[in-house]
């Protein structure tokens, strides 16, 4: 029996999305087969990884994931600067948590500065994260997409409760916006419907599915990318065409496995290779579901996960 | 092609003798069409209709059973590409290479290291599964040592034998008569010969190739001398060549049915980075792969690729649960809080996780709801008033506690009245809605 490879092509594509200015612009996305299946289609984007800063010391992070940062993390410049000069970051995603009500409620005006002194610092794209509180965001979000006008940056997350102030937003100072829903395919769609009604531009759309950590309900983020994908690709389903991100340090860096010590759980053996394996495993699985860009914490793990991309595309 | 379950039935006796266990023979070859049962159930169907069902009957990817007792592992059997279509069905086998050129002490370690590796994560037992033996010196005599020494050290480990020498496979084959052992190495120059021994001792052959192409010659060849068990290896090494590769026998096997390459697939994910092994492996458990060849087997690395290959072999239409129970997070006293929650394993690991990120030593009840999340089971009426106070009276929580408050979600506010008439005495507080709010909630009780 001859071998005949079942080589696929799909009606649909993905669409390519380009952040920051200048040469240290990147573009992601713009494929039309499945993750790394560049041996029947085009991939011509390589994913990029964005290193998460925030606007506050990061004393709720684990120290594992600290220690790379203990020198520059007590500012958020600082912290930009040597993720951008040191770490090589190809782009950077500031997470506003410190505006959280709960956290230290910094005013918008605070987090709008915060953003304007690093875009200042660096020229590398950057993501500007609010602190997941639906409300606060809302107006966190606007004053910081105002103050980063024109720097084509990626706003998020606008969620259902709240996309439409951060969808003006983004719209008004020429951003691109995560839009992000609770691991499910249908609300995903919906709130990309929700927001091209406004008048969004589809093509500056970024999907977020909503992550989590290896062995916390990874499986779920997983089969929902790649039905998300899949729809984009046999269907030609434009409404599930944008790229998606995997925001992973978040849920990565507070689970037990990546904090609790050798000496407490022997049978899960070194904490420090532990953690950035964790962070490293969920991150290439959703790569492989079909995430284009990845937010990460710790500089061994984007490392690894850089050398797993460099492999698949070699 | 797989046949429909009407034209299975014409092929059957027609006896409705019931012998099979099913009411009718339509009854039995509806099952069959389902793969929900065995051919070997009807005492009475032709040599020729065997013939034919077998072939159709038999799933894309074929069976096979590596080792015995116990630790042996099973695998193939698999029907889709996506596992949001239908569950994976065999999880891979992860096996450490040894070769017989290492020093004797280091091979002792990694064969303690593989009997020491078993972990138990959400009630199930997970552990390096085989050894893979390198005769990586060309030498029929020290592959011949090496095989001894593991199977005196690791009786019960199953192997895989990795030879190029028909003659090396030989002697080495026959430490492990009766386990089930992979011989791995047939290639387009000694295929032969190792058909010949795998047959002799019926072993499972392992064909390696350059390319798929050649792969489909050589397992045809092997088949057409008698041997039907086989694992298979493309020859990709790298990241790119292994998606490809398994991308397209999954395909061949399943969609088309293609037999050739209806093998479960072995992968070598050898690098000296580590964390890059970590990583080539984990492809390999996402795509397809049914061994897959470590250098290494750290214990950090074990946990997280054990982890991976459990929530990928995941059935994605059965929710995970976790067992009811009160669980301790952090070292609560008689006074710490109670809290009470639903046993979908995410709800949980969510809840759970949150709590501990409050730093508050505190009980979680965790009721069985089926699976269903809290919101879920309330509508679905499994996580009730009635039931709560059940739960809490019996799980003998009200000996270990000072207090007699329980915190409950606040998507469930609604229950709260219900659940104080029910249980006498107790205090009922309405928590957060969602989980990311319990460390500010604990916390600001806490002071």
Same mark, same amino acid.
């Given at each position: 029996?001859a071998?005949?490879?079942?080589?696929?092509?799909?009606?649909?594509?993905?669409?390519?999305?380009?952040?920051?200015?200048?040469?240290?612009?990147v573009?992601?996305?713009g494929e039309n087969?499945l993750?790394?299946?560049?041996? @029947?289609?085009e #991939?011509?984007?390589?994913?990029?990884? /964005?290193?998460?800063?925030?606007?506050v010391?990061?004393?709720?992070?684990?120290?594992?994931?600290?220690?790379?940062?203990e020198?520059?993390s007590?500012?958020?410049?600082?912290w930009?600067?040597?993720?951008?000069? #040191?770490l090589k970051?190809? $782009?950077?995603a500031l997470?506003?948590?410190?505006?959280?009500?709960?956290r230290?409620?910094?005013s918008?005006?605070?987090?709008?500065?915060?953003?304007?002194?690093?875009?200042?610092?660096i020229n590398?794209?950057?993501?500007i994260?609010?602190?997941?509180?639906?409300e606060k965001?809302?107006?966190v979000?606007?004053?910081?997409? @105002?103050?980063?006008?024109?720097?084509?940056?990626?706003?998020?997350? +606008?969620?259902?409760?709240n996309?439409? #102030?951060?969808?003006?937003?983004?719209m008004?100072n020429?951003?691109?916006l995560? +839009?992000?829903?609770?691991?499910?395919?249908n609300l995903?769609?919906?709130l990309?419907?929700?927001?091209?009604q406004?008048?969004?531009?589809?093509e500056?759309?970024?999907t977020?599915?909503?992550?989590?950590?290896l062995?916390?309900?990874?499986?779920?983020t997983?089969?929902v990318?790649?039905?998300i994908?899949?729809a984009?690709?046999?269907?030609n389903?434009? #409404?599930?065409?944008?790229p998606m991100v /995997?925001?992973?340090?978040?849920?990565v860096?507070?689970i037990?496995e990546t904090? /609790?010590?050798?000496?407490?759980?022997?049978?899960?053996?070194?904490?420090?290779e532990?953690?950035? /394996?964790?962070?490293?495993?969920? $991150?290439m699985?959703?790569?492989?579901a079909g995430?284009e860009?990845?937010?990460?914490?710790?500089?061994?793990?984007?490392?690894?996960?850089?050398?797993?991309?460099?492999?698949m595309?070699? | 092609m797989?046949?429909?379950g009407?034209?299975?039935?014409?092929?059957?006796p027609?006896t409705?003798c019931?012998?099979?266990g099913?009411?009718?023979?339509?009854?039995?070859?509806?099952?069959?069409a389902?793969?929900?049962a065995s051919?070997d159930?009807c005492?009475d169907?032709?040599?020729?209709?065997k013939k034919i069902?077998g072939?159709?009957s038999?799933p894309p990817?074929?069976p096979?059973?590596l080792?015995v007792?116990e630790?042996?592992?099973?695998?193939?059997?698999?029907t889709?590409?996506?596992?949001?279509?239908?569950k994976?069905?065999?999880p891979?086998?992860?096996?450490?290479?040894?070769?017989?050129?290492?020093?004797e002490?280091?091979?002792?370690?990694t064969?303690?290291?593989?009997?020491?590796?078993e =972990?138990d994560?959400?009630?199930q037992?997970?552990?390096?599964?085989?050894?893979? =033996?390198?005769?990586?010196?060309?030498?029929?005599g020290?592959?011949?040592?090496?095989?001894?020494?593991?199977?005196q050290?690791a009786p019960?480990?199953?192997?895989?034998?990795?030879t190029?020498?028909p003659?090396?496979?030989e002697?080495?084959?026959?430490?492990?008569?009766?386990?089930k052992?992979?011989l791995f190495?047939?290639?387009?120059?000694?295929l032969?010969?190792m058909?010949?021994?795998?047959?002799q001792?019926?072993v499972t052959l392992?064909i390696?190739a350059?390319?798929?192409?050649?792969l489909?010659?050589?397992?045809?060849?092997a088949?057409?001398?008698?041997?039907e068990d086989m694992?298979?290896?493309?020859?990709?090494?790298?990241?790119?060549?292994?998606? %490809?590769?398994?991308?397209?026998?999954?395909r061949?096997?399943?969609k088309?049915?293609?037999k050739p390459?209806?093998?479960?697939?072995?992968t070598?994910?050898?690098?000296?980075?580590?964390?890059?092994?970590t990583? =080539?492996?984990?492809?390999?458990?996402?795509?397809?792969?049914?061994?897959?060849v470590l250098?290494?087997?750290?214990?950090?690395?074990?946990?997280?690729?054990?982890?991976?290959?459990?929530n990928?072999y995941?059935?994605p239409?059965v929710p995970?649960q976790?067992?009811q129970?009160?669980y301790?997070i952090?070292?609560p006293?008689?006074d710490s809080?109670?809290?009470?929650t639903?046993?979908?394993?995410?709800?949980y690991?969510?809840?759970?996780g949150?709590? %501990?990120?409050?730093?508050?030593?505190?009980r979680?009840?965790v009721?069985?709801?089926?699976?269903?999340?809290?919101?879920?089971?309330?509508a679905?009426?499994?996580?009730?008033?009635?039931k =709560?106070?059940?739960?809490?009276?019996e799980?003998?929580?009200?000996? %270990?506690?000072?207090?007699?408050?329980i915190?409950?979600p606040g998507?469930?506010?609604?229950?709260?009245?219900?659940i104080?008439?029910?249980?006498?005495?107790w205090k009922?507080?309405?928590?957060?809605r969602?989980a990311?709010?319990?460390?500010?909630?604990l916390k600001?009780?806490?002071?």
């Amino acid at each position: 029996m001859a071998f005949t490879p079942p080589k696929e092509s799909y009606a649909g594509k993905v669409y390519s999305v380009t952040v920051g200015t200048g040469d240290t612009a990147v573009t992601f996305g713009g494929e039309n087969v499945l993750p790394f299946h560049g041996f @029947e289609g085009e #991939t011509p984007n390589r994913p990029v990884i /964005a290193y998460e800063i925030q606007d506050v010391p990061p004393s709720d992070w684990p120290e594992s994931v600290q220690k790379p940062f203990e020198s520059v993390s007590s500012d958020p410049v600082e912290w930009a600067k040597f993720c951008q000069d #040191t770490l090589k970051a190809k $782009a950077i995603a500031l997470r506003l948590i410190g505006t959280h009500p709960d956290r230290e409620n910094r005013s918008a005006e605070d987090a709008a500065k915060t953003v304007r002194d690093v875009l200042s610092a660096i020229n590398v794209p950057l993501i500007i994260l609010g602190s997941n509180h639906a409300e606060k965001d809302s107006s966190v979000l606007v004053a910081v997409a @105002e103050a980063a006008k024109d720097k084509n940056c990626i706003i998020g997350k +606008a969620q259902e409760a709240n996309y439409k #102030t951060i969808v003006a937003a983004a719209m008004a100072n020429n951003h691109k916006l995560i +839009a992000m829903s609770e691991l499910d395919i249908n609300l995903s769609k919906q709130l990309n419907i929700l927001i091209t009604q406004m008048g969004f531009d589809k093509e500056k759309l970024v999907t977020d599915p909503m992550s989590s950590a290896l062995g916390y309900g990874l499986e779920y983020t997983y089969s929902v990318m790649e039905r998300i994908r899949l729809a984009a690709l046999t269907q030609n389903d434009a #409404t599930m065409q944008p790229p998606m991100v /995997a925001d992973i340090g978040m849920y990565v860096w507070k689970i037990k496995e990546t904090q /609790a010590p050798e000496s407490d759980l022997p049978q899960w053996g070194s904490l420090p290779e532990r953690g950035i /394996a964790w962070e490293a495993v969920s $991150a290439m699985s959703f790569l492989i579901a079909g995430a284009e860009l990845l937010i990460m914490r710790h500089p061994q793990a984007v490392e690894a996960v850089e050398k797993f991309i460099g492999e698949m595309e070699g | 092609m797989a046949l429909t379950g009407v034209e299975i039935f014409k092929l059957l006796p027609k006896t409705n003798c019931k012998k099979c266990g099913h009411p009718t023979c339509l009854a039995f070859a509806m099952k069959l069409a389902q793969r929900q049962a065995s051919l070997d159930a009807c005492p009475d169907v032709s040599e020729e209709a065997k013939k034919i069902l077998g072939e159709a009957s038999a799933p894309p990817v074929r069976p096979i059973t590596l080792g015995v007792g116990e630790k042996a592992v099973k695998m193939g059997e698999e029907t889709v590409l996506f596992r949001h279509d239908k569950k994976f069905v065999n999880p891979c086998a992860f096996a450490v290479e040894i070769k017989d050129t290492d020093e004797e002490a280091n091979v002792v370690k990694t064969i303690e290291a593989v009997l020491d590796s078993e =972990i138990d994560r959400v009630g199930q037992k997970l552990r390096v599964d085989a050894i893979f =033996i390198s005769n990586e010196s060309n030498d029929a005599g020290a592959l011949e040592s090496l095989s001894k020494l593991v199977s005196q050290k690791a009786p019960d480990v199953p192997v895989i034998i990795s030879t190029k020498d028909p003659a090396a496979a030989e002697a080495a084959l026959k430490i492990f008569a009766e386990k089930k052992p992979i011989l791995f190495g047939a290639n387009s120059e000694n295929l032969d010969a190792m058909a010949k021994v795998a047959t002799q001792f019926k072993v499972t052959l392992g064909i390696t190739a350059k390319g798929l192409e050649e792969l489909t010659t050589l397992t045809e060849k092997a088949k057409s001398l008698g041997v039907e068990d086989m694992v298979i290896d493309s020859g990709a090494r790298k990241a790119k060549e292994i998606l %490809e590769d398994n991308t397209l026998i999954r395909r061949a096997a399943v969609k088309k049915n293609f037999k050739p390459l209806g093998y479960p697939v072995i992968t070598f994910a050898q690098r000296d980075d580590s964390m890059l092994e970590t990583l =080539i492996a984990a492809l390999g458990v996402a795509k397809y792969s049914s061994i897959i060849v470590l250098s290494s087997i750290e214990k950090w690395k074990n946990l997280a690729l054990f982890t991976l290959r459990q929530n990928i072999y995941t059935d994605p239409q059965v929710p995970m649960q976790v067992e009811q129970k009160i669980y301790k997070i952090g070292e609560p006293t008689s006074d710490s809080p109670l809290m009470i929650t639903t046993n979908f394993s995410l709800t949980y690991f969510i809840v759970s996780g949150e709590i %501990e990120n409050s730093k508050v030593p505190s009980r979680l009840a965790v009721m069985d709801c089926e699976g269903l999340s809290v919101l879920t089971a309330w509508a679905a009426g499994k996580f009730t008033a009635a039931k =709560i106070a059940q739960f809490i009276k019996e799980s003998g929580v009200e000996n %270990e506690i000072s207090h007699r408050e329980i915190i409950i979600p606040g998507y469930v506010a609604i229950l709260s009245g219900a659940i104080e008439d029910k249980l006498e005495g107790w205090k009922v507080t309405v928590g957060p809605r969602e989980a990311n709010a319990l460390p500010a909630f604990l916390k600001s009780r806490a002071s």
